[in-house]
């Protein structure tokens, strides 16, 4: 599977963003997807994911609320809708895939990954 994450850039404070990830397996809906982020010097973070149906979602405390995630299994395409958006939130974005669905908070369970897209967030 590749996944092609697009939508980052340079925004201001409480702005918004749509990060999107193409995925070229015609099987996408086979697999649960997840957002993380990693900043400069920090590890990989979880973000949000989403379960095989669309029918289940997992956002990390400091995005609910502000984050959407959301899938098109027709489009094989993966969202992030990011609104009220902060510095903190400054980091490369990269979605990923999992055949397993029983941990999509963690970063092992995902087998395969996108390249990132770049987001800054200006205070």
């Known amino acids: 599977v590749q996944l092609q994450a697009s939508g980052g850039g340079l925004v201001q404070a409480g702005g918004s963003l749509l990060l999107s990830c193409a995925a070229s397996a015609r099987t996408f809906s086979n697999y649960g997807m997840g957002w993380f982020r990693q900043a400069p010097g920090k590890g990989r973070e979880f973000v949000a994911a989403?379960?095989?149906?669309?029918?289940?979602?997992y956002y990390t405390y400091s995005v609910k609320g502000r984050f959407t995630i959301s899938r098109d299994n027709a489009m094989s395409t993966l969202y992030l809708q990011m609104n009220s958006l902060k510095p903190e939130d400054t980091a490369v974005y990269y979605c990923?895939?999992?055949?397993?669905?029983?941990?999509?908070?963690?970063?092992?369970?995902?087998?395969?990954w996108g390249q990132g897209t770049q987001v800054t967030v200006s205070s």
């Open positions: 989403v379960k095989r149906s669309g029918d289940r979602t």
């Open positions: 990923a895939a999992a055949q397993n669905e029983m941990h999509l908070g963690s970063p092992d369970e995902y087998d395969y």
